[in-house]
């Protein structure tokens, strides 16, 4: 069967281009269960796309970054916020469908990956850094989107040197 190239990784030759998971149909899943307008909230699809650029990019910086389970996050990790406010459980739940999708067999994740992809989603929210390279590209890759709400990311609470790197390069 053929793979299917991926375009946001294609212009890195020093990368695998190819995908191993089916994004555009774990795309439409948290699409299908995101209760918010899309056209006006700050946490849904448009933020998701942005944080998966972001960790694309910060992935490709972080030696041991699981790529594949960063952009998993990006894509999942809002899906299931009900409200622009205080919404503390927002990522428990998504780690829920993220098990949910495994479970019918829907993301080709061994139980490691899936593991660190659940942990990345459950506290995402609970201002923490990590040593993780995998879980601390996800929760960068999120942060650095914070000037969308209007809030600069705070560099002690990223965990990755490139995302503290280009914070400081912006200042
Ligand atoms: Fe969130
Ligand atoms: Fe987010």
Same mark, same amino acid.
């Given at each position: 069967?053929?793979?299917?190239?991926?375009?946001?990784?294609?212009?890195?030759?020093?990368?695998?281009?190819?995908?191993?998971?089916?994004?555009?149909?774990?795309?439409?899943?948290?699409?299908?269960?995101?209760?918010?307008?899309?056209?006006?909230?700050?946490?849904?699809?448009?933020?998701?796309?942005?944080?998966?650029?972001?960790?694309?990019?910060?992935?490709?910086?972080?030696?041991?970054?699981? *790529?594949?389970?960063? @952009? /998993?996050?990006? +894509?999942?990790?809002?899906?299931?916020?009900? &409200?622009? #406010?205080?919404?503390? $459980?927002?990522?428990?739940?998504?780690?829920?469908?993220?098990?949910?999708?495994?479970?019918?067999?829907?993301?080709? *994740?061994?139980?490691? @990956? /899936?593991?660190? +992809?659940?942990?990345?989603?459950?506290?995402? &929210?609970? #201002?923490?850094?990590? $040593?993780?390279?995998?879980?601390?590209?996800?929760?960068?890759?999120?942060?650095?989107?914070?000037?969308?709400?209007?809030?600069?990311?705070?560099?002690?609470?990223?965990?990755?040197?490139?995302?503290?790197?280009?914070?400081?390069?912006?200042?």
């Amino acid at each position: 069967m053929k793979k299917e190239i991926d375009p946001l990784l294609a212009a890195n030759k020093n990368i695998n281009t190819e995908r191993s998971f089916q994004r555009s149909f774990v795309l439409a899943e948290a699409k299908k269960v995101f209760v918010q307008d899309s056209s006006w909230t700050q946490h849904g699809p448009s933020h998701w796309l942005q944080v998966e650029k972001n960790a694309v990019m910060l992935g490709e910086h972080t030696p041991g970054c699981d *790529l594949e389970v960063a @952009r /998993l996050f990006a +894509l999942l990790h809002d899906c299931k916020r009900q &409200n622009e #406010g205080r919404d503390p $459980d927002h990522g428990a739940r998504a780690a829920d469908f993220a098990q949910e999708l495994f479970d019918k067999g829907m993301l080709h *994740l061994n139980h490691g @990956r /899936l593991s660190t +992809l659940k942990f990345a989603m459950i506290h995402h &929210n609970g #201002g923490q850094v990590s $040593d993780d390279p995998t879980i601390g590209v996800c929760w960068d890759a999120d942060r650095l989107d914070l000037p969308r709400v209007g809030t600069t990311p705070d560099s002690e609470l990223l965990s990755t040197q490139y995302a503290r790197d280009l914070l400081k390069a912006k200042r």
